[in-house]
């Protein structure tokens, strides 16, 4: 019997997917189980009723938090264990409780980047996961940084990596999504935008520029998926995520510690790139991560 992933819809979720190899994995996305309710209150208080498990065993859920969607896989499918590709916090506080609550009383597995999660929740931890299929686009190196994300509180810190590199004479390319809820000035309208960036195009900047700029969310324990970006593309990384140090890759001649860092970034971006044996990139991929909540 084939192993069961159950993934979310996102475009990046379907990529990755494609690591896992097809005799052993029968993959179905979140829109293909087709989960109904006609009241979403009787639905969430249904779930909390007692009810026997799916006879499949070897079940992942990957990145979905809805406990309607977790309860159908339950009950029609087999208990899973649950990947959790953002943290808890990121969550509405309603829909964190209730995921907490579910989890706790059907005693399901839970795996999250996010260190402090980890601990805080008991949730097993696997360091974040990116596919090398994202990246086989070779582009001429243009001699750029590249950022491209909301701003989610992040744009003065991204604004002050720009003009730190503006001094040096290397040019950004700066894409930042606004946050919808949040009062800009015109100054910092004009160098943000409405509009998330074509996920084709992106991956063109990632392979073309010659370092991704990376700042973590203030709540954020876990580094992002473009420290992995940076890993498996072979690129250097600019990043404020100070636990990237601890991790099996991190090269100081790869990775500069912007705000804790005592080299000028000209000096970090002229040293040469130290490449990365292939069985450490291979700890961060889709697959080692599946193959560690399985067995």
């Known amino acids: 019997m084939k192993n069961i992933v159950i993934s979310n819809d996102f475009y990046i979720s379907e990529v990755l997917m494609k690591d896992l190899d097809s005799t052993k994995f029968q993959v179905l996305f979140e829109h293909e189980l087709k989960v109904k309710s006609i009241s ?21 859920i990957f990145s979905i938090e809805n406990i309607l969607v977790l309860d159908h896989v339950y009950r029609k499918i087999g208990k899973p264990k649950v990947w959790l590709w953002n943290p808890i ?96 000035s015109p100054d910092d309208i004009a160098i943000t935008t409405d509009q998330y960036m074509d996920f084709s195009e992106y991956l063109k900047k990632i392979a073309a520029c010659k370092v991704i700029v990376d700042i973590e969310q203030s709540h954020q324990k876990g580094i992002t998926l473009r420290v992995i970006e940076a890993l498996f593309s072979n690129k250097k990384l600019i990043t404020t995520n100070i636990l990237v140090k601890d991790m099996a890759f ?21 040293e040469p790139f130290t490449k990365i044996s292939d069985d450490i990139k291979q700890k961060y991929t889709v697959q080692h991560l599946i193959d560690k909540m399985l067995y």
């Open 40 to 60: 979403k209150t009787i639905s969430r208080l249904n779930v909390f009723l007692p009810f026997k498990s799916g006879e499949s065993e070897n079940v992942i």
């Open 89 to 184: 916090s990121s969550m509405k506080a309603k829909n964190r409780k209730l995921f907490l609550s579910y989890v706790k009383m059907k005693n399901i597995e839970v795996w999250s980047f996010d260190q402090s999660d980890a601990k805080q929740y008991g949730f097993r931890y696997h360091d974040q996961i990116h596919s090398s299929l994202l990246l086989r686009n070779r582009e001429k190196d243009n001699g750029n940084a590249f950022f491209s994300g909301v701003d989610k509180g992040r744009l003065e810190t991204i604004k002050a990596i720009e003009k730190d590199l503006s001094s040096d004479f290397i040019e950004s390319d700066f894409h930042v999504v606004r946050d919808k809820k949040k009062k800009y």
């Open 250 to 270: 991190y090269n100081s001649s790869n990775i500069y510690l912007y705000g804790n860092d005592e080299r000028k970034i000209i000096d970090f971006l002229n």
